[in-house]
């Protein structure tokens, strides 16, 4: 058995990994098919090797191109927060795959994730990661997410995992009546994380705690 292997050793060991899901419950996080995914998602694979041994500390750690793998309890809640009301056969749009981590998370709760990332070099590891990871219900796309993918919408959930200054407008209509889309607002210091409802009257947004993202930028290199 090796570090970089699926299973780990040490401190990417599985017993190692569920620590991390201990900790997640400790925290609040509930839904116990949330907990499973982080269970079955193997974060060490999702970073550089140099840091596998801090793979499973609550913490963001960087992805190269000045960006991160967010923290795991930000991307447990987000998770929780966005399947709530998705029933489980259901597509899901993810907006910045960077390494894969929080698509592969949702790879385990709904049926297809669609996820877009605007840095071709991290789209094009993201995406063999995956594919070597035997992920298959995931598309992934080198392109902008402020346009959303309206070919293969709508989206009964949305997840953004960088922060526009507000909610992208092409985004509203990609999202089914009954869906929720979750996301961090703000600007580069101060951004909360809102959940936006899509209901037969129009949208209802609901607001929640302060966190840390990388701001969401424009066009794709
Ligand atoms: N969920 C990712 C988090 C990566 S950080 C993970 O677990 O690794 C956020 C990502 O959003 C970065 O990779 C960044 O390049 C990407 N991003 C920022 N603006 C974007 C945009 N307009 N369209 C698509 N991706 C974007």
Known sequence: ?????????????????????????EKGISNPRVL??????????FVDEALASRAYEDAALPIGYQQTIS????????????????????RVLEIGTGCGYQTMVLSRLVNLVYSIERIGALQVRARDRLYDLKVRNVYLKHGD????????????GILLTAAPTEVP?????????????????????KQRLVTI????EGFERFEGPWVNFVPMVSGKI
Do not use: C
């Open 1 to 25: 058995m090796r570090a970089n292997s699926i299973d780990g050793i040490g401190m990417t060991s599985r017993r190692t990994r569920q620590r991390l899901v201990d900790r997640l419950r």
């Open 36 to 45: 499973q995914a982080i269970a079955d998602t193997p974060r060490h694979l």
């Open 71 to 90: 923290q795991p309890f930000v991307v447990a809640s987000m998770t929780q927060t966005l399947i709530e009301d998705v029933d489980k056969h259901t």
């Open 145 to 156: 997410g402020f346009a959303g993918w309206p070919e293969n919408g709508p989206y009964s």
């Open 169 to 189: 407008e092409a985004l509203y209509e990609q999202l089914t009546v009954g869906g929720a889309m979750v996301l961090p607002e703000g600007n580069r210091t």
């Open 197 to 200: 409802k899509r209901t037969t």
